[in-house]
């Protein structure tokens, strides 16, 4: 008899998936990224200090550390940990570190992931 198959959760990957896997789970979950307005940029030039931001969302402190570790085992620099509202923003500087986490999410899909990220944006249009 074979053991059980550890599965993840809409919560947390399975620690026995790849670094890149487990990282593309974080970011499908609540992962998001910040691009700068090219004609704000543009327009205002010296003064519009934007850059590309990626930022993976924790829900604890022990997510954070094991986004960190799983963002350094894949050599990206994380920026600082931040609190925001409730969670924690882990910050990913850089057009070339988006295009690369990008990349990660669409090799590794996760459509339960998507299908509540789509709820989720459904409930809050209706309000």
Known sequence: MSPARKTSTLESPDSDWPAEKQLAFYFHRNGYVRVPDQRRKK??????????ETRFVA??????ATMIRLLKQLHFSPGKPYAKVAQWCIPLYGQI???????????????????????????????
Request: proline share 2%.
């Open 43 to 52: 327009k205002e030039s010296g003064s519009y200090k934007m850059g590309y």
């Open 59 to 64: 829900k604890s402190k022990k997510e954070v």
């Open 97 to 127: 570190a988006l295009q690369t986490v990008q990349s990660l999410a669409n090799k590794h899909r996760f459509p339960m992931l998507e299908k509540a990220r789509e709820q989720r944006s459904r409930g809050k249009a209706s309000k």
